[in-house]
């Protein structure tokens, strides 16, 4: 959520001195290794040794970007609070007219941990440009795209042993909160309630048509 939040804020400090900054131009600059492990500070991914020698496992922070990769370069018009508060969201759209929207929830006194604690959701997107789409939702909490809580459940092992190195490598990509939707809406709008934890997001994706799912885990618009 800490991600989402500094994206959030170059948005609003963007329009707010004139130069409004897009998705894509967020630069992450850093002199900490993208490696590291659990226990020893942050990172976009951890190595841990298993029977096969050493892994390099995703961490949250790492599917917090596939999120952020996911927008378009179409920034949308999104009310409902001020920035600075706990719960945000932001919205964009693709060239193919498809639309994202990212809602993050943040507990400025504890960034590091995604919290059970959560906070009803009311999201409405209106004037959407088709009245039939499919709804893909992502979620980063203590229960999904979450290799550390994975790691934690097994008791923080520093070697894993073959099966703890499968569950990990399964549960450490960004992963869908409930299957894909689809939707007919004749008033072009779209609306889901749900909770966010805290210190978590969830990315929405509305495309046009239905889709469908592919082997390999991707999937096509028919």
Known sequence: AWWSKLVDAMFYLGEKWGAAYQPEELVLWTSEPVVKNFS???????????????????????????????????????????????????????????????????????????????????????????????VQCYMIDESHSNSFTVWKSMGKPEILDPKQAELLQKRDDLEMYEPVAFEQSPGRDFKKDFKLQSNSVALFILSKGRLVTLKGGTVDVQ
Do not use: C
Request: charged share 20%; aromatic share 12%; no cysteine.
């Open 40 to 134: 020893t500070g942050w990172g976009l991914a951890t190595r841990l040794k298993t029977g096969q020698g050493w892994k390099v496992f995703k961490r949250p922070a790492f599917n917090i970007f596939e999120m952020l990769g996911s927008l378009g370069n179409e920034r949308l018009a999104v009310g409902g609070s001020n920035f600075g508060d706990p719960l945000r969201a932001f919205a964009t759209r693709q060239e193919d007219g498809s639309v994202q929207i990212l809602v993050y929830h943040i507990d400025e006194w504890d960034t590091d941990n995604a919290s059970p604690d959560s906070q009803q959701v009311n999201l409405v997107v209106e004037n959407l440009p088709f009245s039939d789409f499919s």
